[in-house]
């Protein structure tokens, strides 16, 4: 058995950690508690049901990209706020996809303490001193945040299993099954293919969207 004293950041990492090799759908409690050598029961002392841990998974992912992405804002302190969203939209997707199924885990979740409060205030700050109103900087957050979140389940969903490298969308035989509709058969290359590609096509759209509507 362990002998380390168990707490919520050290069962939220070692959740991560499987996330990777299991899968939303695969994480359980039982499997956590095996790899942390305890009883499964010991790890109702710190969260009530998965959901409880799935907040408290959230939370840690934030902690780390608000760490790493802090040294990049420390890079690049006086960027333009289109800059400034677009490259904290590239930094919440590349840290989501660190994780297999990272964008279903972070979506609609509670974070567990105050953490995001302090990179939220720097973003609504940068905006605001853009031009925008505080409740036209916070839609407009909301809309590039919800666009990124979005992007990358879709993104996750269609993609290769990180955990095989293997899969993704068959876009031959979906082509196949919308032969008698080839503007939908061919949008399936745009869609499902070069994801990276795709999110910044759409990043730009979001953003410049943003400038015309809500500043």
Do not use: C
Request: aromatic share 8%; charged share 25%; proline share 4%.
């Amino acid at each position: 058995m362990a002998t380390t004293p168990l707490d919520r950041t050290r069962v939220a990492r070692t959740a991560l950690k499987l996330l990777n090799e299991t899968g939303l759908d695969g994480l359980s409690l039982r499997a956590i508690a095996k790899e942390l050598d305890v009883k499964a029961p010991a790890l109702y002392w710190h969260f009530k049901d998965k959901q409880a841990l799935l907040d408290e998974m959230a939370t840690e992912m934030l902690r780390r990209m608000t760490e790493d992405l802090a040294a990049d804002a420390d890079a690049a302190p006086d960027a333009d706020w289109r800059t400034a969203v677009a490259a904290s939209m590239r930094g919440l997707r590349r840290h989501l996809l660190m994780y297999r199924d990272g964008a279903k885990v972070y979506s609609g979740t509670h974070f567990t303490d105050t953490s995001y409060a302090e990179p939220m205030e720097a973003h609504l700050r940068t905006l605001t001193g853009g031009g925008f109103t505080p409740g036209g900087a916070a839609r407009a957050w909301a809309t590039a945040y919800s666009y990124t979140i979005g992007y990358v389940i879709e993104e996750q969903a269609m993609g290769p299993d990180p955990a095989k490298e293997e899969g993704g969308y068959d876009l031959e035989a979906r082509a196949e099954r919308l032969a008698a509709y080839p503007l939908a058969a061919a949008a399936g290359q745009e869609m499902f293919r070069d994801f990276d590609a795709g999110f910044e096509k759409g990043l730009t759209a979001v953003v410049a969207g943003i400038a015309a509507t809500m500043r």
